[in-house]
């Protein structure tokens, strides 16, 4: 099926879709704030000057080369920015890209044998939506940058990353604290739009769980996402099998009692991390 003109002149494509056009000479006369990627020989791609040309952008996003993933990051974020300018909220486009991004790590690369099991979630994903509307997307965009860039700095990997969830493994259970910490403060002292409140619940738990082409199987994964789920945003809950990993730690672990986590077969001891610069008081824990 090929572009065809409507009444009004303008092209469309084959679901009657109205398709960006610039001219030359319009091309030209844009700033270069009015693209989404310029690269490094001063190439300008994916216009962004109005709403017809950044839902054009969004759709063609995956089809450009970038030069680096930075310069990819970079682009990310300035379409998100003008996407929320114009009303459009592309939370398909913002899933596929994190889907993406998960998928780039080769699975060879995932620690094998014992590992510590890193997963968050976001505390009120719903509510933000509603409160944000147009601009949730670049804050969930933020959060998985945030948290990805605190994997990485602790020799972490990522294994997945589903719509407010995120998955990474450690071979050294310190490394997990240490991207805990930092996923926390990183979050704490970043501005959110509207002043909102965007808070991680993070929980680590220790094992060998088996490893196949896509990540990870088994009891140590489960037992991970329900200490995840027990917690609650600020909060990083442990396992005893983690806080046994730990040789020494540079914070403070509280135990919080044994208790017994839906759909696991036996209870778990669970410990909070203390850190005399994050909080400390929650509510009971959700279980």
């Known amino acids: 099926m090929g572009a065809a003109l409507d009444a009004s002149g303008q092209v469309t494509g084959s ?5 960006a056009q610039l001219s030359a000479r319009q091309r030209a006369e844009l700033p270069n704030s009015a693209f989404a990627y310029v690269d490094s020989k001063g190439r300008r791609l994916l216009p962004i000057n109005d709403e017809p040309h950044v839902r054009n952008a969004l759709s063609r996003f995956n089809q450009v080369k970038f030069e680096d993933e930075s310069a990819k990051e970079k682009a990310f974020r300035k379409l998100l920015t003008a996407a929320t300018k114009y009303g459009i909220a592309p939370i398909g486009f913002v899933a596929r890209q994190l889907r993406e991004a998960a998928a780039a790590e080769s699975p060879s690369d995932l620690p094998s044998g014992p590992v510590t099991l890193l997963l968050s ?3 009120g994903s719903t509510r933000l939506v509603h409160r944000l509307g147009d601009a949730y997307p670049e804050v969930l965009a933020v959060v998985q940058g945030l948290i990805r860039e605190a994997v990485d700095s602790h020799r972490g990997c990522e294994v997945d990353a589903r719509a407010d969830e995120f998955f990474a493994a450690f071979a050294h259970a310190a ?16 501005e959110w739009p509207e002043q909102a409140s965007v808070r991680v619940r993070i929980g680590l738990h220790s094992g060998s769980p088996s490893r196949t082409e896509t990540g990870y199987v088994g009891l140590p994964v489960n037992t991970a996402a329900r200490v995840s789920s027990a917690g609650h945003g600020g909060q990083i809950l442990l396992t005893a099998e983690t806080r046994d990993e ?19 077969p036996s209870p778990v001891e669970l410990l909070q991390v203390a850190a005399r610069d994050l909080p400390q008081d929650f509510p009971p824990l959700r279980v």
Do not use: N
């Open 175 to 190: 490394d997990a604290l240490s991207a805990a910490l930092s996923i926390q403060r990183s979050l704490r002292d970043h």
């Open 246 to 264: 730990l040789t020494e730690a540079e914070v403070d672990l509280v135990s919080l009692g044994v208790f017994e986590l839906r759909g696991l």
């Open 15 to 19: 679901f009657g879709l109205r398709m």
């Open 121 to 123: 979630d976001i505390e």
